[in-house]
């Protein structure tokens, strides 16, 4: 046994294509190595911009023994009269055996056979090539004649197994000993320069950060969160400071940072709580090129920051009106008209929800710094200088605050709108968004989301359930895509349809918010399963109800009174009469039920309603026929059943409760 190590060297990888090797390798090479009964003890994934590489503890050169058995035709086709049949000695012959091996088991033929034992270095190539499969990330590239598709060019393969050199090649690059034992690759890629695994960098750049810092006088952060990114851009880490004129912390505090960290993933700097003018950044360079790289990076920041004050100057000038009054020259979509399209939408939709003047003046103007030279030039401060820009007009400051916060929360678990009328508005712009993407025909599929519509499903649900926001799905979404038509747009789904889709998205968002707080799975599907188009709100509430009472005597009896007429009120719904009619009882125990559906009714607990039908539900059946001779009989008993399900599915669908 012997460590094995294989090393994809590659041209410089995209941070994206490090992450998804860093989080899948080490399982993939496991799992490769496992199917060829070539178990490890463990595997370590090594990932830096250049190289891609899983060392696997422990490896046997040799393939365990095994016995494997083989299950063929059953009995009466493998047997033929007192011998085996021509399938069966055609099964025997495909494993190389003879009938004569076969045995009768369960009633069908089997066949154990030895497997046959192979060496590591027999099956080296194919698990180089199951690896670089299992290594395939959203955006791969050809390069010269190779047929291969790989997120960069690989120019070195190095796969070693303990001190040996393994046969492999991929896309002609054949195996070569980059390291001489596998067992200390990383400290041999340290001697290099190279830092890895992952983590172990990350730590050196913030030691580093922390350190330069500290010289400084002062203490770092990264509100963008760039490093998480950086870590897979170096892998010689060192960390460079630089400076920057005073004058330009006059500018709005989140525009200087944007500046800093949106393309030159720079990290700002504090003093005594206040913005310090200097950055730090974590380099690839050696220490002796600090003095050019500092300079080169001044350079850059401090050509856009010169942008960044030209471009609020001139959205000054200009004014907030003025920018939305361009706003019908800007496309949302192609196929759904202009943001003064999105606009109007917008305007009607807040003031559906009940959004006051300041909601429904933040509408109006919410999406006007779109036509600003700022967001032009900075587009991650979208909706955030609009919100300078309104305040900078003197409008009220709900306005402002709601053009701010109209599009939070940016991200899982992000902080939610803190005014009512920034609620609204987020609330009304996702929705938008989302019933307009799905109306056109754009429903994500697998891991593409190019509109965020599963981040704006999730922030809808967010607010809602923290503001208890009744929300009226179905009106709004209908609402909206009678909008996109008279508006022109391009649509391929009619209203019933988008108002499902639409209905079916949001619901999976409250079914993940709901599964979060610990709701087991099966009440998750009988709260949704209440009602067609379920209302957030009220999906929630019966998932929590559901949750405290699924033990209680209370939600026994609801169970019970259910579980004995949705069947039999599912089988016969057709035939069930329009209404109870108590000329036609034939036994006390019908006009009692009807009597206790009737108290039902008014009562506002959905539990308590539910569980005051279980006596007499079962008097009922324990008095009458419902499926009786007489048809008219048979109906009116059907109607007291489907009314009994209609109760308790206040409570939700209680055919999915597993109890």
Request: charged content about 25%; glycine content about 8%; proline content about 4%.
């Amino acid at each position: 046994m012997a460590d094995l190590l294989i090393e994809l060297g590659c041209e410089e990888l995209p941070a994206g294509a490090c992450r998804v090797a860093d989080e899948v390798a080490g399982s993939v090479l496991e799992r490769l190595l496992a199917e060829r009964r070539l178990p490890a003890t463990g595997v370590e994934t090594l990932v830096s911009p250049r190289r891609i590489a899983v060392v696997a503890h422990d490896v046997p050169a040799q393939q365990a023994a095994d016995r494997i058995e083989h299950r063929g035709p059953p009995e009466a086709v493998a047997r033929d009269g007192d011998g085996w049949s021509k399938a069966a000695e055609g099964f025997a012959r495909k494993h190389g055996v003879t009938a004569a091996a076969l045995e009768l088991r369960d009633g069908f033929a089997w066949i154990v056979v030895d497997a046959a034992t192979g060496s590591l270095a027999a099956v080296a190539q194919e698990v180089v090539d199951g690896l670089i499969d299992g290594l395939q990330v959203p955006k791969n590239m050809r390069w010269g004649h190779e047929a291969l598709r790989f997120a960069r060019p690989i120019r070195t393969l190095c796969v070693v197994h303990g001190t040996e050199l393994l046969d492999a090649q991929v896309a002609g690059v054949a195996s070569s000993a980059v390291v001489a034992d596998a067992a200390t690759y990383a400290a041999q890629v340290a001697a290099a320069g190279v830092t890895v695994p992952t983590a172990t960098r990350r730590a050196q750049m913030e030691a580093g950060l922390d350190a330069a810092a500290a010289t400084l006088g002062t203490s770092w952060s990264d509100p963008a969160g760039v490093l998480d990114e950086v870590q897979y851009l170096v892998e010689r880490v060192n960390v460079v400071a630089g400076r920057f004129d005073e004058r330009y912390l006059a500018l709005p505090d989140r525009v200087l940072v944007t500046a800093m960290q949106s393309h030159q993933r720079y990290l700002p700097l504090d003093r005594d709580g206040e913005r310090f003018a200097g950055f730090l950044t974590v380099v690839n360079s050696p220490p002796a090129n600090d003095t050019v790289v500092r300079a080169g990076n001044e350079r850059v920041l401090v050509g856009r920051l010169d942008d960044a004050v030209f471009s609020l100057e001139q959205d000054r000038a200009r004014g907030l009106e003025a920018m939305a009054a361009e706003l019908h020259r800007i496309a949302f979509h192609a196929k759904a008209g202009s943001l003064a399209d999105k606009t109007a939408r917008l305007v009607a939709l807040v003031g559906a929800l009940g959004g006051g003047p300041a909601a429904l003046e933040a509408a109006r103007l919410a999406k006007a710094d779109q036509a600003s030279t700022m967001v032009q030039e900075f587009a991650a401060l979208e909706g955030y200088v609009g919100e300078q820009y309104a305040r900078a007009a003197g409008l009220d400051e709900q306005v402002c605050r709601a053009i701010g916060e109209q599009f939070l929360p940016d991200a899982a678990g992000g902080a939610l709108p803190e005014t009512t009328a920034g609620a609204v508005l987020a609330v009304a712009d996702k929705l938008d968004t989302l019933v307009t993407a799905l109306a056109i025909g754009e429903k994500p599929t697998g891991s593409r989301d190019p509109y965020g519509l599963r981040r704006a499903a999730a922030g809808i649900v967010a607010i809602v359930l923290e503001r208890g926001l009744a929300l009226g799905l179905a009106d709004r979404v209908a609402a909206v895509h009678a909008l996109l038509t008279a508006q022109g747009a391009k649509l391929a789904l009619d209203a019933a349809a988008t108002e499902q889709v639409v209905a079916a998205f949001i619901g999976d968002r409250v079914d993940a918010v709901l599964d979060g707080e610990g709701i087991e799975v099966d009440l998750v599907r009988a709260a949704r399963g209440a009602d067609g188009t379920p209302d957030i709100l009220a999906h929630a509430e019966r998932a929590r109800l559901l949750q405290t009472a699924v033990d209680s005597e209370a939600f026994a009896a609801a169970f019970a009174a259910f579980t004995r007429c949705h069947r039999l009120a599912a089988k016969g719904g057709v035939e069930a009469a329009p209404a109870f009619d108590p000329a036609r009882a034939e036994h006390p125990s019908e006009n009692a039920l009807a009597s206790a559906l009737a108290v039902a009714a008014t009562e506002p607990d959905p539990l308590v309603a539910a569980a005051s039908l279980r006596a007499p539900v079962d008097a009922f059946f324990d008095a009458v026929l419902v499926i009786a001779d007489d048809a008219a009989v048979r109906a009116n008993r059907l109607r007291l059943l489907a009314d009994v399900v209609a109760v308790c599915r206040r409570l939700g669908d209680l055919s999915q409760v597993q109890r």
